[in-house]
């Protein structure tokens, strides 16, 4: 029933009460009063509909500032609150599509610049490889070259000095002869000379080791005493002898000393390869 038919209603109920001609006895208002209260509670659910579509229609106005033309229906005024949150709903479901379609070509972009960045490391790693076995190659091959230059050098150095020892082998076996000759002796400590088993020349190691080399007064002198000495047993040659140090005062005696040394810091290692020379 419409909320006025229940209002009519209400006041036939009523108007016995408001005109004074209702029986006051208990159980004639007891009757108005059971009467009242069912159409209260029959009026309820209208009256509770009533309510929701009054929130309603206040939720409409306080959130759209919409106000609804005089001769617009509640229910009009509903329906067009409910168009407008289904627009409103359509929008954020565009407006969340567009979003998503946004990050999604962005999360796209994203991958495919790593692809690129990944792809332009790898070829990156592969030049700095390719550049890194170039250099191992480049130094290999200056190794290789240096190596064959370096024996090439060596090479044509012991040319060079085999040649020199040819062209200087007279003074070789004229002032190194007490060195040269093998014979049963060897020099031992402190200039002395020792026997030996078999026959062989003077040990280079020896000479140096006992400063017979060094260009020095002390090393001339050295050199000296061993050329000298008899205990050899070998031929002096051109060597001066016998020893006397005060001798090398004298230039040609000290001359020659000087040639038999220059002649062995030279060419001691090669007479040793020859055999000119004990180790």
Not at 137 to 166: H, M, N, P
Not at 241 to 266: G, H, W, Y
Request: aromatic share 4%.
């Amino acid at each position: 029933m419409k909320i006025g038919g229940w209002r009519n209603q209400v006041d036939e109920l009523l108007r016995p009460i408001q005109s004074g001609d209702v029986d006051t006895t208990l159980e004639s208002l007891q009757t108005i009063s059971d009467d009242l209260e069912a159409v209260a509670v029959a009026i309820q659910p209208d009256v509770d509909r009533l309510q929701r579509d009054d929130e309603l229609l206040s939720h409409v106005l306080r959130d759209t500032a919409y106000k609804p033309p005089a001769n617009q229906t509640l229910r009009e005024a509903i329906g067009v609150r409910q168009t407008e949150r289904l627009k409103l709903r359509a929008d954020q479901v565009a407006a969340a599509a567009r979003d998503a379609e946004t990050k999604a070509t962005k999360q796209l972009q994203d991958e495919q610049v790593r692809k690129v960045e990944a792809e332009a490391e790898i070829k990156r790693q592969m030049i700095e490889n390719d550049r890194l076995a170039a250099e191992r190659e480049t130094a290999r091959l200056k190794a290789v070259a240096d190596a064959e230059a370096e024996a090439e050098a060596a090479r044509v150095a012991r040319a060079q000095l085999e040649s020199e020892l040819e062209k200087d082998m007279r003074m070789v076996q004229s002032f190194l002869m007490p060195f040269i000759t093998p014979a049963n002796t060897q020099i031992g400590e402190k200039r002395y000379y020792v026997t030996t088993v078999t026959s062989q020349p003077v040990s280079l190691s020896r000479l140096r080791g006992l400063g017979a080399l060094d260009p020095t007064l002390g090393g001339l002198e050295n050199l000296y005493g061993l050329g000298s000495n008899r205990e050899g047993k070998r031929p002096f040659g051109s060597f001066p002898t016998p020893f006397f140090s005060e001798r090398l005062r004298d230039d040609s005696i000290r001359n020659k000393i000087v040639i038999a040394q220059n002649l062995l810091n030279k060419y001691g290692e090669l007479l040793v390869e020859k055999g000119m020379l004990a180790p």
